[in-house]
């Protein structure tokens, strides 16, 4: 939901730069797909959906601009890494970190 809120609040600060604009609000679409994903394939294999939309928006900038749009090379790689960093978290997480979540949770 961070990634959400990032990029749309980029949208919103790039409304009146329509290609910046238009890229903001699809990577911010793409990222709520994730939730649909993970109902339809399973918890933890939603990421690769998502990074495959992302992907088509950039070959189509290849294919149509015959570049990558500056949203796509600055934002993508942390998205993409912190979704998968996540993910590997969640699916197998290390002591330390489950120790530092029931911290914060007080759960345990």
Request: net charge positive.
């Amino acid at each position: 939901m961070a990634a959400f809120t990032i990029f749309f609040a980029l949208a919103i600060v790039w409304r009146k730069r329509p290609e910046f604009h238009r890229r903001s609000i699809l990577i911010a679409s793409c990222i709520l797909t994730g939730a649909a994903f993970s109902r339809i394939f399973g918890l933890g294999r939603e990421t690769y959906p998502v990074d495959f939309l992302l992907l088509l928006g950039v070959l189509h900038d290849v294919l149509i601009d015959k570049r990558v749009h500056k949203v796509y090379v600055y934002g993508l790689p942390p998205l993409i890494a912190a979704g998968h960093i996540a993910m590997q978290l969640f699916l197998s997480p290390p002591p330390s970190w489950v120790r530092i979540t029931d911290a914060i949770l007080r759960v345990s």
